[in-house]
């Protein structure tokens, strides 16, 4: 509604059923009530518990309504009556029901987010197992799958999300004293899905899941308010990877640290540096990238100038708490160079998170490949022009000591290997310092006549002047290498950067939301968005307060937020941005594709349909009227058997035609999505024979056996009644006269087995999926049998309800077809299984 403040929706999490979600949102409306809130009850499960009825009194509770679904009544949410009466909060029970077909909305998720809309405040309640991301580890932990789900998003939009929890042990007790289920369901219950280990499974999915939200919201409140120092809510393990071999040492030794701490998150980060990283092998650090993905950590990459820096600003803004770090590779030589490396930096820079330095075997070794030329750093050149001054004075001094032990020559050559080393070290500016130094010295001190700067022998000029050119040149061409050096490792790092976004699309994250944290992990940003593109935004765009702003195709721009990018990495983000361009393109593709699919196997359907039903509906429609107009005639006096017969042909044909038509329609409507479901318990038994009454009569003998003893399923009884009848009948067309099909039922776990035996010619092994194809029959010969459609459509029917149907091979020669249906209570098939295993 325009101008309506959207309304709040508080969720009660439940652990397990039972736990007591219902009895505490209740609470909450009576505690609301007292404070003068304008409360009402739409919708309350109580189960008939008096301890949840008990909390009703004293609340107002609105009318439901009812709706008639296959010959029963049920009773709903009245979504208009809530609005109409428009309270300030309701309590609406069952998040993720599935409402009775009539109402405007499937879901009861989807009535509370129009209850929303509307300005109302929600209080409802949901379990676990019912969240979309943990249904399939439910089923693997408890072995029952749960049909109703509700998507993770609406419960994480949720403004409040209460956990209700109870140790295992207290909700058995709570079960055994018969306030969860009726007395004749407790042993059950508790022998299967209320086992110690499924309820501690449970509680551990929903206190991580519930840890998780928790941990977004503090991560929003923390950008929010620009907060970067630690806190220390959970233990977050970064580990710093290089691509050199001690990476998986590293590796292994982050994830005990993060195992210390139960739930602690291990994270591996690869710094890209700016001056390149001779020794990041790509293989080296895909193996460990992969290594840590095995452990169930993540793996992150980023571009930084400073690694100290890149590191330390990562580890905050993903409020880690513990940075590991492995000790230096570096040799003895380096070390005396500059004594100061990485760890060092790491450890004064680190303020509140503990650093691990760990030994390993390379370390103190030197790396394996060189480091190429990077960029002086400011202290380094500064350093440079002191040695460009001291170093030749030292020199000088040394050789005045030892005068006359070398010649002129010599002496040229030890002032030349020390400008070599000053440019080496210091740079052009500092070597360029060194040789004009050293010239004068050499020339003051050296070069006849001595402790003067004029030379009397023109060979002593021309040796001054061609060692000061030697210099130069030699000055001038290690800054040249030092340049070209540093383009090529930023090259490296480039091309080491989009590797690794290539790789990621090649994994199959081409996500749009996972592409946009690379990029802000990559660059160390604090957000990365795309947001509509403007007709002036037509280039990199660089604004103040760390603002980056990248067109991503013709009608989206990159905006980056966090920190100022150096001119050095925007041909980087520029091609980040156009890999999320491309990935956009391709979900639109994508989306375009998947809309114009439908229309496609509609045709074929259609054109499938049109080949197959010329002769199908023709054969029965030719046989009624044929039987029809020879009962009309007047030329042909029939006796009363003859009669007989041509009304049963009419009839059989009539019969035949209407199971056509109806397996048609209910074919189309699964293939268009729109077929409704009611799952109710439904007994085999009273299924079987309804089922046989619509079919045709047949020589072929059909028995039953087990279906009277055997448990409910869950089931939508005219719907099963169609997958009997499709497959007995497509059992008796292949099965030999006077040879019967046999009907029998057995419970295997949770689920409950119906059998169709015939004793036909069997299937071969490659046939077994073809025979579930739409209008197919196997040897396509007979085409007065039908369109092909009954086992097609028994399988949609099944697999829409939950179950699954199955060829096998029936010992002695035949198909069996296998149906497979989840027990109405599992507690029930569970119990039916061990009486008969006893």
């Known amino acids: 509604m325009p101008g309506v403040r959207p309304g709040t929706l508080k969720v009660f999490l439940g652990a397990a059923p039972g736990v007591g979600k219902t009895y505490r949102m209740l609470d909450e409306g009576r505690r609301r009530a007292r404070r003068g809130t304008d409360v009402v009850v739409a919708y309350a499960e109580c189960h008939a518990r008096p301890h949840t009825e008990e909390k009703l009194e004293g609340l107002e509770i609105l009318p439901r309504t009812h709706r008639e679904y296959r010959g029963a009544t049920f009773s709903e949410l009245d979504l208009d009556s809530v609005l109409a009466r428009r309270p300030k909060v309701v309590l609406v029970d069952e998040l993720p029901h599935t409402n009775v077909p009539g109402g405007r909305n499937a879901k009861r998720w989807q009535d509370i987010e129009e209850l929303l809309a509307a300005g109302i405040d929600v209080v409802t309640t949901v379990n676990v197992q019912h969240l979309e991301s943990l249904n399939d580890v439910v089923e693997k932990i408890t072995g029952v799958p749960q049909r109703e ?52 499974a449970l509680r551990e999915l929903a206190l991580l899941w519930v840890a998780g939200r928790v941990d977004e919201t503090l991560q929003k409140y923390r950008s929010e308010h620009g907060i970067g120092t630690v806190w220390e809510t959970r233990e977050r393990v970064v580990v710093a990877l290089t691509g050199g071999p001690e990476g998986e040492t590293l590796i292994r030794r982050a994830e005990r640290i993060a195992d210390r701490s139960s739930g602690g998150d291990l994270l591996a980060l690869h710094v890209a540096r700016s001056d390149g990283l001779a020794d990041a092998s790509p293989a080296a650090l895909a193996k460990q990238r992969a290594l840590v993905e095995s452990l169930g950590g993540s793996y992150h990459s980023v571009v930084g100038d400073h690694v100290p820096t890149a590191l330390l600003d990562f580890a905050r803004a993903e409020n880690a708490t513990q940075l590991v770090l492995g000790t230096s590779r570096r040799s003895w030589f380096s070390r005396l160079v500059a004594p100061r490396g990485i760890g060092e930096d790491t450890v004064e820079l680190s303020g509140d998170i503990d650093v691990h330095m760990v030994t390993h075997e390379r370390a103190g070794r030197g790396r394996r490949l060189p480091v190429p030329g990077r960029q002086l750093p400011h202290s380094r050149r500064v350093a440079g022009l002191v040695a460009g001054l001291t170093i030749p004075l030292l020199l000088t001094a040394v050789l005045t000591h030892i005068r006359g032990t070398l010649n002129l020559t010599s002496e040229a050559l030890l ?12 740079g052009v500016v500092s070597a360029l310092l060194a040789s004009l130094t050293a010239s004068l010295l050499l020339n003051y001190y050296f070069i006849p006549p001595s402790g003067q700067f004029t030379i009397t022998e023109p060979n002593n000029a021309l040796a001054l002047a061609v060692f000061a050119l030697v210099a130069v040149t030699v000055a001038a061409t290690v800054d040249r290498s030092l340049r070209l050096a540093r383009r090529a490792a930023s090259a490296t790092v480039e091309a080491e950067t989009l590797s690794s976004m290539a790789g990621n699309i090649l994994r199959g994250d081409q996500a749009v939301p996972i592409l946009l944290e690379r990029t802000r992990e990559t660059f160390g940003m604090e957000s990365a968005e795309l947001v509509p593109r403007s007709d002036q935004e037509t280039e990199t765009v660089e604004g103040g307060d760390g603002l980056v702003k990248v067109p991503a195709g013709p009608d989206q721009v990159l905006v980056l937020r966090g920190r100022t990018l150096p001119a050095s990495e925007h041909r980087v983000l520029t091609a980040f941005a156009a890999h999320l361009a491309a990935a956009l393109d391709h979900a639109r593709l994508a989306e375009a594709a998947a809309e114009v699919e439908p229309v496609k196997a509609a045709d074929r359907m259609r054109t499938a349909l049109l080949a197959a039903v010329s002769h199908d509906l023709r054969t029965p429609l030719a046989s009624g009227r044929a039987a029809i107009s020879s009962l009309r005639s007047t030329d042909v006096d029939f006796t009363a058997g003859e009669r007989e017969e041509l009304l049963a042909t009419a009839e059989n044909s009539l019969i035949q035609l209407n199971r056509l038509v109806d397996n048609l329609l209910d074919m189309s409507r699964l293939r268009a999505g729109a077929l409704t479901l009611h799952l109710q318990p439904t007994a085999f038994a009273d299924v079987l024979p309804t089922a046989l009454a619509t079919l045709a009569a047949t020589p072929v003998p059909i028995e039953s056996q087990g279906l009277a003893e055997i448990c409910d399923v869950q ?36 689920r409950v087995e119906l059998r169709v035996i015939d004793r036909g010619p069997g299937l071969r092994p490659e046939d077994r999926d073809r025979i579930f194809v739409p209008f197919q029959r196997m040897g396509d010969n007979d085409n007065t049998t039908g369109l092909g459609l009954g086992l097609a459509l028994s399988r949609g029917l099944a697999e829409a309800m939950g179950g699954a149907l199955t060829p096998e091979d029936t010992p002695g020669g035949g198909l069996t077809m296998v149906l497979s249906l989840q027990a109405a209570t599992v507690e029930e098939a569970v119990e039916f299984t061990t009486s008969n295993e006893e």
């Open 415 to 426: 002032f030349l290997v020390t400008v070599i080393g000053v440019a080496c070290f210091g």
């Open 715 to 750: 089931a939508d009884p005219p719907l099963l009644e169609r997958i009997v009848a499709n497959l007995v009948t497509n059992a008796v067309r292949h099965s030999p006269e006077q040879q019967a099909v046999v009907v029998t039922a057995s419970a295997l776990g949770p």
């Open 149 to 200: 789900t509700v998507p993770d998003e609406i419960v994480r939009r949720a403004h409040q999300i209460e956990l209700v929890d109870m140790p295992a042990e207290a909700l058995r007790r709570r079960m055994a004293h018969g306030n969860i289920y009726k007395p004749e369901k407790v042993d059950a219950a508790l022998a299967h899905y209320f086992r110690v280990g499924n309820l501690t």
